[in-house]
């Protein structure tokens, strides 16, 4: 007899993951892109040359929180300022300049000194390994099962670099507004803004742009914004009430089992869902 109950629980878990995947691979679909704009991703997708839609994606994602008319708007008056070949703007890239044209820019808890300071790292890290993916991989051990140790080292290797003097002393201060732009999973934080960006250079379809070869898109963490925390604690994709690390990867764990090779594929269509507001496919989702 509980041999038999336990065939059937399995059986329909079966099933109920069959049933999501069907949906959400709809919705995956669906939403394509014809419906990036309004995103920062537009800016990235914009670009002609990979080099550049690395380095405007590390702007645009650092750049991706508020509301999205501030959003663009900040994103806009960065790139304007970089011009028309931003990699080569930013390898000649002088940090007290970056500070003067950037004078009056402001994006929340954020200024024109700490995004200057960003795109004087963005220029190390090029001076350094050639390409922000090589600097990446730098701390990237593909055997690995997570990329929270990639992320880790991410962070930590930026924030050593010089600041230029855009901050006093010689070491970067601890309130430095630049540190924003580069959390770490060892902190607890959930890297929302570090996800997305790693989910447009390494995936590739009709969205996201594939710019990265280094990095398997099944180990991507989906970025956990208001937008997916909403969404995955109604359809029960999480245990978790609190957003953080903890959080990102155990939505990331549930859906590797309806994509183990592609699991942060759902997050564009789950955003926009959110964004829309489609009450009545989210409610599909829950009745899975």
Not at 119 to 137: D, H, I, T, Y
Not at 154 to 183: K, M, N
Request: net charge positive.
């Amino acid at each position: 007899m509980h041999a038999r109950v336990t065939a059937r629980c399995h059986y329909n878990a079966r099933m109920r993951i069959a049933e999501l995947r069907s949906r959400l691979d709809d919705l995956y679909a669906h939403y394509d892109h014809r419906f990036v704009d309004p995103d920062p991703l537009q800016y990235v997708r914009q670009q002609t040359s990979d080099a550049d839609r690395e380095v405007v994606g590390l702007i645009a994602s650092a750049l991706a929180y508020g509301n999205v008319k501030q959003i663009k708007r900040s994103i806009a008056r960065v790139i304007e300022m970089l011009g028309d070949r931003p990699a080569e703007t930013i390898d000649r890239l002088r940090p007290a300049e970056a500070k003067a044209a950037l004078r009056g820019f402001k994006h929340r808890f954020n200024d024109g000194r700490d995004v200057a300071c960003l795109l004087f790292f963005l220029k190390q890290m090029r001076a350094q390994a050639g390409s922000v993916e090589s600097f990446f991989l730098r701390g990237h051990a593909p055997a690995s099962p997570e990329i929270a140790e990639a992320l880790t080292s991410f962070s930590e290797r930026t924030l050593a670099l010089d600041h230029g003097g855009l901050y006093p002393g010689r070491r970067l201060p601890s309130s430095a507004g630049v540190r924003f732009f580069f959390p770490s999973p060892r902190d607890g934080s959930a890297c929302k803004r570090l996800n997305l960006y790693l989910r447009w250079m390494v995936r590739r379809d009709g969205v996201d742009l594939g710019v990265w070869k280094g990095v398997d898109p099944a180990r991507l963490v989906i970025p956990l914004d208001a937008h997916i925390y909403t969404i995955a604690r109604r359809v029960g994709l999480t245990r978790y009430r609190s957003p953080g690390w903890p959080m990102a990867l155990d939505i990331t764990r549930r859906l590797r089992r309806l994509d183990p090779r592609d699991p942060v594929k759902y997050d564009f269509a789950f955003h926009r869902m959110g964004l829309w507001k489609r009450e009545a496919e989210i409610a599909s989702l829950r009745r899975r």
